[in-house]
């Protein structure tokens, strides 16, 4: 595949970085994403791709991510596919799949790679074809400069990843916390959801960084009262917190006629004498 990818500098501090088998299987990703809107042939149907989507399956990635490699050394397709979940479960892809095939698309490809890559590959058709290579790498030097300076410019999105570096200080995510968030995407939970509940656990725990306990604790919590985010979890905690009080009931004064009080008089004396009688 012609043409060439880009990755930014802030890949360093990412969990990806720091597992070479899933930082080969993230490059391989961008490698095959299609850098234009077109429609390919996968086992004899027409399949349209977007920009920063490309086509695959369990056995032809299990083919193309071994190529080349020495056979004891060679991933198992079920490896490598958990693997590519695990990336989903990161928020760098996402991945569609039918009975024949899935479609993996790359998260932000628009934010990351469309502005140089479909401008920067025009160019580089260009460097075959006109004589002033000079003022083309000019113009590339330029175009490289300028978009940038505007990347740069702008604050970087909240990912889980940076979320979790920022609750516990540290530059990549742990296995079992890996997992925990893993299984929450499997079932079908956003990213967003992940990073709120991260956060939750994070601002509300009582040490210094909350536990793989604690935040299983607010997790099933949330799933129960349908809870998504730290402010409808704070409303539900203030809603629980009001008491409605107790307004205590006065009894009302007994009415009661003049005949009706000398029988009361009369029933209090006949009972008085049995009682002077059963002394004696």
Known sequence: MDGWIKLHRKI?????????????????????????????????????????????????????????????????????????????????????????????????????????????????????????????NKKLKNLSTTTTTKEDDQPEPETLLSTYTKVFKALTMDGLTSDFFMKLRNQGYTERFCIELLLEAGESCQGPKPSLRYMESIRDRWIKEKIYTRLESKARKEQSYKVTPLIPNTPKPIEASDEELRELEEMARRAAERNRASNQ
């Not at 990351?112 to 074809?129: G, M, P, S, V």
């Open 12 to 136: 360093v501090d990412s969990q990806i970085f720091s597992d070479p088998d899933i930082l080969r299987l993230w490059i391989y990703c961008l490698a095959k994403a299609s850098y234009e809107e077109r429609t390919v042939l996968f086992d004899k149907q027409e399949v349209h791709l977007l920009p920063g989507q490309f086509i695959t399956g369990r056995f032809s990635l299990h083919a193309e991510y071994n190529a080349g490699v020495a056979p004891r050394k060679k991933i198992k397709d079920t490896t490598l596919w958990s693997w590519l979940k695990k990336l989903e479960s990161y928020g760098n892809i996402d991945i569609k799949t039918t009975n024949k095939y899935s479609v993996v698309s790359i998260v932000k490809w628009s934010e990351y790679q469309d502005t140089l890559t479909t401008e920067r590959q025009q160019i580089d058709n260009r460097l075959t074809t006109e004589p002033q290579q000079i003022d083309t």
